[in-house]
Structure formats: C-alpha cells, structure tokens
C-alpha cells in the first residue's frame, strides 16, 4: 500500500496524480475499516480525502500549519502525517484520538473538539509567526455548518480588519450534523454561481504583473478597478465585504484542479476565502445516502451500514418519547437545539410538530437567548444540547434567562463520562459550572420514570431548570423512582432493593453496620454493581440518588444521614465545585467524620470507553465497592 510508504506530507510531493488517485482511494478504505469496528466520524472524513492530500501537497509542514475546526474531520490528515500504522486503534484507550491532539503530533496544532475556534487561532497563530518572523503560512479549515457558531465570525471580521495573509478554506457540504439550515447556507449555495469573477480575476492579475510600476496613482487606480469587477461579479459576497479575497466555489473532489488552485493562493498575501464543495460520506453509499446517520456512527456492518440495535431503552430515546408525548398535551412546548436534532432525540418532535420546532444551527449561545424571548413571550422553551456543548452558553444562562427569571427547561444529553470521543466531549463541567447560579434548577433523574417525573415538574414550576442524564441505556425501574418529585428530596433506595438471591435476610440483618452511598443519577448503573459486589462480601450500604442536586434539601437530608455511620458520595462531574464538596460540609458541620468521596479530579480526561474513562479517574463499580467495604472495616 502506498499509505505504508508516508512517514510525513513530505513523502506525497512526487507522487503522480495515478498515485494520488490510489492514494485517495487507500485513504477511503481504511478509514471505513476502522470506523466499521471503533466507530467515528465517517461521513465528514470521506468527504475531505482528496482536499485534505491537496492541502499536504500544496502547503509544507511543518512550515505552514493546517488548523482543522472541530477537527472531526481530520482522519486523512492522520494518515498523511505518519499514524497509519497506529490508526486502527482510532478511539480507542490509549490509541490515537478521534480529533487533533498535538500530543500525538506535532502537525495537529491544537486539541479540537468543538466548533467554529478554527479561524480565530488560525488567525492568533499566524500573527504569532509574524512577531517571530516566521513566514510559514497558516490554513483554517472550516465546515460551512460551523459558519453558523458566531465565534467563525468574530474570528472572520477581525482578519478581515487586520488584513493578515490568512487562507479560510471553507468546505461546503451543506451538513454539520444534521443538514444545515438558516441564512448562511442559503448563501454559500447562491455563491456557487460566482467563480466566473475568479477566472475574470486572474486574467486581470496576470495583465497587471507586467505593467511596470508607475506610483501610486496606478496603484490606486487598479485597487479601485479590481473593486469594480468584484461589485459586478460578486454583488452581496459578504467574505470579500469582510475584506477576504474570495475564490470558488471548486470541486472539492477533484484534487488535482484543488492543487492548481491552492498553488495559486499560496503566492497571495492577503486574507482569502476558498469555497470548497464536497460530498458528506463520498465514495461509501450508504453514508452519502444517510450523512446524519453516519456523522458519528458506532460499529457498523460495513456491508450495508446496518448497527446492531439493542432493546433498551437509552436516556435520549425516553427524552424523545417523553418530549413527543408532553408536547401533545401543551401547546406551549418549544424544542430548540443546536445542530443535533438527531443526537438529542428531537428527529421526532420534528417530525410531529414542526411549526415548534427550531434547529438554530451551531450556536449554543443563541439558542438559550432565542429561548429566554421565547419564555418572556409566554412559550415553554426546551433547550436541548449535549453538556459539553452547552459549556458555550453559560453567560446568556446567567445573563439572558436567570437573571430575567424566566420559565425556560434545558436537557443536558451526555452528561458525566462519555465514551471514545476523548477530552473534548466529557460532560463533567456543568455542575460545577451551573451551581452557582441563582434562579436555576438542577436535576439528575435515575431512569426512565424518573426522567419523566423530573420533567413535569419542570413543566409546572415557572422557574429555569437543568435537567442531566448520561449516555447510557436507562436501567431497571425500582418502585422508589416513580415517588412524587418534592423540591430538593432525593430518593432512598434500601440495600434489599440490590438483593441477589442467594443471600438471606438474615445475612442481610446481620451485616448492618451503616454505610449510605449518595449518587447522582447518572452514576446508579456503576453503584448497582458495587452494592452487589458488597452484599456478596457480607457487606450492607443504602444508597440515597440526588434527584435534585440545586436545591439541595439539606434538613431532609440530615433526617436520613442520622441513620448512618458512614458516607461514600459519588459524583459524575469534577469534584471541584460540584456537589460532593457542599454534602462534605453539611455532614462534617454535623460531626459525621468518615466520608469518602469519588469524582472526576482536576484534570481532562483522555478517549476510551465508558468504564475505561471511570478507571482513570478510580469512579467505577470497583473503586466504589473498595470505599464501601473501607468504611466498613
């Protein structure tokens, strides 16, 4: 294989263009291998091979630098920069990431995970290199999707005012996600009749060269004709009103037409827009016919694409049912997300009311703000973003819905640990993020019924409120679960609940010395497994779930912790400013001295499954079992 030969871009420069198109092909192949077994981004990388090898034939690493935004596309870039031979452990505990780590290598600039950063670093890197006199060039490369995060925009205006030799390579696949919406993709579509202004262009540039200089006043009479053809060819072009160069839109999947073109913009100096259009998921049929599907896709079949499906019932899919269901009986249900209609359970909230339904596209902050006019205007906003995600939006939380004290209810999807998709996505920020914050809810249901529960109060009590579950299938009801929600009461769930059957009752009787476990919702799957593992070892501990986490009902809380002697508290967020620190002091406040306390540590948190990211951070069933069993010995 050709891919065995590439230690580094250098190593496709004399490539011929059969070469390049094999290459292309290889590229395909094993990226859809690896996907099949450990699961990825599929579609957004077979969209960008041969961009991605005209980029590493054009521009010279590490001279100039590639910033990939979110990154989720950087499987290619992978291959080219010398992480063949380790790339079938893509996501996996200890292999390479699913996005840019420049712990990995040195070509990866920055650790991407989340969307529309790209152009503002881009831009912060190359005027770095200009103060240290560095002249490499610096390339952002962003989806048209991520157009739609306003820091793109920010990020865009202010390289349009400093004017730095900057190239925004914009792949247009009309997705981030799910299929795009608003204004901006409505627009890079009517761009795609304008490239005749760039032939045009490079005729006139080639003319000027020979003319010899003859001051500024031909200077200034040139700049005021290239001004003149791009206000007829390019009439509303915002990229070349933000003062960018613009070139486009070229077939993203014909490299060798993406080659001339980029060997032609590399001799610019000034800021330039290059609209690139692509095909989500090409060159693998069934993720060019379902792109959404296949954005971020577990194992699959490779034959047909199918995923094996599982009978239970996971937290996202009983929000779907739960949201669909509430929404029929109030009129004033609004679901909002931000590009991940699908991800959030909202495809079929959509389907069934669609006049109530807004994908406001990659803007965290926009949403939660849309909603605060939305709540103020007598509507019931349901704001549903996964919680890393929602990390964007905590000063429109503060600014925009608390402090307006209004009725608006958000979903947290992905909350806690989540799975191989590494140090970008972990959700265990947004307590620690969110506590602090008057007139805000917080809540952390156990199940199904739970989750229910926990969303009709919200529904009835006119303030705002945060409602967190994990990706996980939803576990087996226990009859406490489906107890009437009281503000800032738990749920007690007593050790015979966990009693396997070959322990008897008097086993049980005869082991209690008192321990109470205290968990957040999203942690019960891993506690369940270590009460077992206590009773199968004599031991007995209660476990009480924080169904609220704010407000916290702390004398309905002593009434119960009288009862014990011990206390282990776990928490699916970081231990600094989360929850366990506030139940500490309360028990500590009321001379109770032997507490433990397991949580995520001050630190980021590496890819890997769901018990593989617990271990690292001594969270799982185990380290729970060993705290219990530590007290009560």
């Known amino acids: ?24 092909k290889e590229c395909r192949k094993v990226i859809i291998d690896v996907v099949g077994k450990n699961g990825g981004h599929l579609a957004s990388n077979l969209g960008v091979v041969e961009l991605t090898i005209a980029l590493h034939r054009v521009f010279n690493s590490p001279e100039d630098a590639i910033i990939w935004d979110v990154s989720h596309q950087c499987y290619t870039h992978k291959l080219l920069t010398g992480r063949y031979k380790q ?31 790209s152009i503002s670093q881009a831009l912060g890197l190359l005027t770095a290199r200009e103060f240290t006199h560095n002249k490499g060039k610096v390339i952002a490369v962003i989806g048209d999707g991520a157009l739609t995060g306003g820091l793109a925009f920010e990020g865009l205006c202010n390289a349009g005012q400093l004017s730095k030799n900057l190239i925004v390579v914009l792949n247009d696949n009309q997705m981030s996600i799910d299929h795009n919406t608003g204004a901006i993709s409505r ?18 540039d080639k003319c000027i060269n ?27 072009n915002l990229f070349v009103d933000l003062g960018f160069e613009y070139s486009g839109p070229l077939d993203g999947h014909n490299e060798k037409e993406l080659e001339k073109a980029f060997r032609r913009i590399k001799t610019l100096h000034r800021p330039v827009v290059v609209h690139v259009v692509t095909k989500k998921g090409k060159g693998y049929s069934p993720a060019e016919n379902n792109p959404e599907k296949f954005h971020g896709i577990g194992p699959f079949q490779i034959s047909d694409g ?26 004033k249900i609004i679901a909002i997300t931000a590009a991940m209609a699908k991800g959030t359970g909202l495809a079929s909230f959509a389907h069934n009311f669609p006049n109530r339904f807004f994908d406001v596209g990659i803007a965290e902050e926009h949403a939660v703000t849309f909603a605060g006019g939305l709540a103020k205007g007598g509507m019931l906003p349901v704001v549903c973003i996964y919680s890393t995600f929602f990390q964007r939006a905590i000063d429109q939380i503060i600014h925009d819905i608390t402090l307006q004290n209004l009725h608006v209810i958000f979903m947290l999807d992905r909350a806690g640990a989540v799975p191989n998709d590494g140090v970008t996505h972990q959700g265990i920020f947004d307590i620690a993020l969110l506590k602090p914050i008057p007139n805000l809810v917080i809540m952390s249901p156990v199940s199904e019924v739970d989750l229910g529960l926990c969303f009709e109060w919200a529904e009835k009590n006119p303030t705002a409120a945060v409602i967190r579950y994990p ?45 109470l476990i205290i968990s957040t919702g999203g942690m019960f799957s891993e506690v369940t497994v270590a009460v077992r593992a206590v009773l199968l070892e004599n031991g007995y501990c209660d476990v009480y779930l924080l169904r609220f986490i704010k407000p916290f009902d702390s004398e309905y809380f002593l009434s119960i912790a009288k009862k014990y002697d011990s206390f282990v508290i776990v928490e699916d967020g970081v231990i600094e400013g989360g929850i366990c620190g506030d139940i500490e002091n309360i028990l500590l406040k009321n001379n109770f001295k032997d507490i433990q306390i397991l949580g995520f540590k001050d630190k980021y948190y590496s890819h890997g499954s769901r018990s593989e990211v617990l271990e690292l951070t001594n969270l799982t069933s185990e380290d729970i079992k060993k705290a219990v069993l530590k007290c009560l010995n």
């Open 471 to 515: 990706k996980l299938s939803c576990p087996t009801e226990h009859p406490q679960f489906a107890a009437p929600v009281e503000e800032g009461k738990g749920i007690l769930l007593p050790c015979s609940e966990f009693v396997i059957e070959n322990i008897s009752d008097a086993e049980l009787e005869a082991a209690k010395k008192k321990v």
């Open 87 to 117: 790339f079938d452990t893509l996501r996996q505990k200890d292999g390479l990431s699913g996005f840019t780590n420049f712990e990995e290598n040195s070509l990866d600039y920055f650790k991407n995970g989340h969307s529309s950063t």
């Open 187 to 204: 627009y890079l579509s009517r761009l795609t009749t304008t490239s005749r202004y760039q032939t045009f262009r490079n005729i006139v």
């Open 306 to 331: 199918s995923v094996e499906k599982f009978d239970l019932t996971s937290f996202t899919e009983a929000f779907s049912n739960l949201i669909t269901k509430r929404a029929a009986e109030n009129p």
């Open 1 to 24: 294989m050709l891919l065995d030969k590439i230690n580094s871009p250098k190593d496709i420069q004399n490539f011929s263009q059969k070469e390049i198109n094999e290459l292309a």
């Open 210 to 236: 020979h003319i010899p200089y003859l001051g500024k006043g031909l200077e200034k009479l040139i700049f005021r004709f290239k001004r003149s053809l791009k206000g007829l060819f390019l009439t509303n």
